[in-house]
């Protein structure tokens, strides 16, 4: 398995500013991605972030929205950008470990509200 | 479109039963079949299936894929109030991506 972790764990943001997500795992990972949990309701896909190129995102998401970066194997962000209170969610990032088959493991999340 | 659907949505027993919660899906270039468990923020993975009629046992946890039927069932036996939690399906396809269900939130009353 993998240990991931994610920062910040939680943050109230003002409406119109932009929160950065940073995810950390502490081995290879041959894919990571973002999701997003709305209140009450299951996980939904935002992208795959792919190492050193642009992310892969899913319908309904925009990278002007929600530009991810994946700099190296085992680190990646997530903004949200221009926010709003539709904004408020968990998100979570993913990873799938080399060799591991192809569970995906999940980091504790980062909990947004957005005023 | 790809879709996994959970039964039921919620459930509530005592402490002792047996519960069986079920997954069925409709998802292009299937690879696998994952269960989680989700108690406040992140899913905590349980198993994953990839073949059909091969048992996976954890514990008093155990699953089952039938990928002819499409569906999996997720059966816990004698509950403890620790294992209320949301319990969600997801259906991972060929590229890697996992499409999730509703989930079933099961509580257990002591």
């Known amino acids: 398995s993998a240990v991931i972790s994610q920062k910040p764990s939680r943050d109230i943001c003002q409406r119109g500013t932009s929160l950065t997500i940073q995810c950390q795992v502490d081995s290879q990972v041959t894919m990571m991605f973002w999701y997003r949990q709305q209140p009450g309701q299951s996980l939904t896909l935002i992208a795959t972030?792919?190492?050193?190129?642009?992310?892969?995102?899913e319908s309904g998401f925009v990278i002007d929205k929600f530009p991810i970066s994946r700099p190296n194997l085992t680190f990646s962000t997530l903004t949200v950008s221009n926010m709003s209170p539709e904004d408020s969610s968990i998100y979570l990032c993913s990873g799938t470990v080399s060799g591991s088959g192809h569970e995906q493991f999940f980091g504790p999340g980062t909990r947004l509200t957005v005023l | 479109e790809d879709k996994v659907v959970q039964s039921p949505l919620s459930l509530v027993v005592h402490e002792g039963d047996t519960v069986t919660l079920n997954c069925s899906y409709e998802?292009?270039?299937?690879?696998?079949l994952l269960w989680y468990k989700q108690e406040k923020k992140a899913p905590t993975f349980l198993f994953m299936l990839?073949?059909?009629?091969i048992e996976k046992k954890s514990g008093r946890l155990s699953s089952i894929l039938d990928k002819k039927e499409l569906f999996s069932i997720l059966n816990i036996t004698a509950t403890q109030t620790g294992d209320s939690a949301v319990y969600l399906c997801a259906v991972g396809n060929q590229g890697g991506k996992l499409i999730f269900g509703q989930g079933t939130e099961l509580s257990v009353k002591p």
């Open positions: 990839t073949s059909s009629g």
């Open positions: 998802v292009t270039n299937f690879r696998s």
């Open positions: 972030a792919n190492q050193g190129s642009e992310a892969t995102y």
